[in-house]
Nanobody
């Protein structure tokens, strides 16, 4: 089994910054892509940023230049640094990882439980 645990969400004012962190644990042999998604109430979860195992990041247009995704493979961690936040960034943010599980001997997707980000004055 593998699991992802997010941290770092909270309430910030417009224009401020926030960093989300996510750590993978469990019987994980290898981690491929890691990513952050977000979801607004009543909407589908959507990709924010993804980073490959060899550290190549990709972003959706809405966050380019404001968000930075990074990972530490040794620590099995992925971070999302968010700058110049606005009210439209308010959402539940989910960590994602595509992993190979040792015990199950299979490749699968893992999701965190989500962390709330609220941008409000």
């Amino acid at each position: 089994q593998g699991r992802l645990v997010e941290s770092g969400g909270g309430l910030v004012q417009p224009g401020e910054s926030l960093t989300l962190s996510c750590t993978a644990s469990g019987m994980i042999a290898r981690i491929f892509d890691m990513a952050w998604y977000r979801q607004w109430p009543g909407k589908q979860r959507e990709l924010v940023a993804v980073i490959s195992a060899d550290m190549v990041p990709r972003y959706v247009d809405d966050v380019k230049g404001r968000f930075t995704i990074s990972r530490n493979n040794a620590a099995k961690m992925v971070n999302l640094e968010m700058m110049n936040l606005n009210s439209e960034d308010s959402a539940t943010y989910y960590c994602y990882a595509n992993v190979f599980l040792t015990a199950a001997w299979q490749r699968t997707d893992l999701w965190g439980r989500g962390t709330q980000v609220t941008v409000s004055s």
